[in-house]
Structures are given as C-alpha cells and as structure tokens.
Nanobody, 114 residues
C-alpha cells in the first residue's frame, strides 16, 4: 500500500486547511485510515481516524475543530482543519491499517503562524 498526501502549507491562526490522502496498491482490505502528526521535539500522536464502518475518533486537542472524512471504496481520507492554532504546527502523516500492518505516507507540513 502506498499513501500520497497533499494539502499542507502555511496558514494564519484561525485559518483553515484541508489535507487529502489517497491509497494505492492492495487497498481492498484496508480497515482504518487517518492522520497522525509530529511536532518538533515531540512524539507522533494520533489526530483523527476513521474506521471502515464509518465511526471516527479524534484527539481531544482537535475535537470540534477538525473533521475527518473519507471514501471507503476509493480509500481516500480527508482532514478538514478549522480554527487552526500555532500548536497545530506539525508534520501530518496519512496512515492506514491493513491488518496487521500499518502504512504511512510521506508527511505534509502544516505551519500555523502569523
């Protein structure tokens, strides 16, 4: 499985960005897709995940601001990020699980700064 993410960039505090990720390869049995992020000097953390049945989970820090969505047939996943804060600055990684293996995209940088 290969994951291609796009949509990062520089945005001012309070602004919005939308990340996109598309899976390719042997995608039919992908279970979950989502996004992790890693800020400088910090560990990678879960941002949001959408399961194959459609339920979602979010980090507490992004609840109410970020929305994950996706197409379970095409195996694409999106992250709509609103009301961005400087602390959201990080490299965002697309993720998927095809049990028992986890796959990662190359990362896309999101910088929230005035």
């Amino acid at each position: 499985v290969q994951l291609q993410a796009s949509g990062g960039g520089l945005v001012q505090p309070g602004g919005s960005l939308r990340l996109s990720c598309a899976a390719s390869g042997l995608i039919a049995t992908i279970n979950d897709m989502g996004w992790y992020r890693q800020a400088p000097g910090k560990q990678r953390e879960l941002v949001a995940i959408i399961h194959s049945v459609g339920n979602t989970n979010y980090a507490d820090s992004v609840k109410g601001r970020f929305t994950i969505s996706g197409d379970n047939v095409k195996k694409t996943v999106y992250l709509q990020m609103n009301s961005l804060k400087p602390e959201d600055t990080a490299v965002y990684y697309c993720y998927c699980r095809r049990f028992p293996t986890d796959f990662w995209g190359q990362g896309t940088l999101v910088t929230v700064s005035s």
